[in-house]
C-alpha cells in the first residue's frame, strides 16, 4: 500500500472516531451535576450555593442533632435527619430557594438555581 493510500485510510478511521468522541464529550459536560451541602455546627455549609438547573443538591448532617431541610416557599422539605442521614432535591426551575431548619430557625441557607 501506498503513503497516500495510509495516510487516506487513516484520515478516515479518525474522521469516523472523531464525531461519535466528540458528542460523547458533550454529552459528559452536559449532564448535571451534583452539589453536597453539609450541615455541621448548627450551620448549612456553604451557606449559599449556586447550581444550574437541573442540577440534584444533597444535604448530609454531620451534627450529633437532628435537623431538617425546609423551603420557606415549601417547594421541598425534608423529614428529620439524624447523624450521617442525607436529603436531596433537585433543582428543575431557575431562581432562588431559602431554607432553614425547622428544628433550629437560625440554621438557613439559599440555593441559587440558574439557567442550565
Not at 53 to 64: A, F, H, M, R
Not at 88 to 113: A, I, N, Q
Request: glycine content about 4%; some cysteine.
Amino acid at each position: 500500500m501506498s503513503r497516500s493510500s495510509l495516510t487516506r485510510r487513516a484520515a478516515l478511521q479518525w474522521a469516523l472516531v472523531l464525531p461519535p468522541a466528540a458528542m460523547l464529550a458533550r454529552a459528559v459536560r452536559a449532564a448535571p451535576a451534583a452539589a453536597a451541602v453539609q450541615i455541621k455546627g448548627f450551620a448549612f455549609v456553604p451557606e449559599v450555593i449556586t447550581v444550574a438547573s437541573g442540577v440534584t443538591v444533597t444535604w448530609t448532617n454531620t451534627d450529633e442533632d437532628p435537623h431538617t431541610v425546609r423551603a420557606v416557599d415549601k417547594s421541598f422539605a425534608s423529614s428529620a435527619l439524624d447523624t450521617d442521614d442525607r436529603y436531596s432535591f433537585t433543582f428543575d426551575k431557575p431562581g432562588e430557594y431559602v431554607y432553614y431548619c425547622s428544628l433550629h430557625p437560625h440554621m438557613k441557607g439559599r440555593v441559587v438555581v440558574t439557567a442550565g
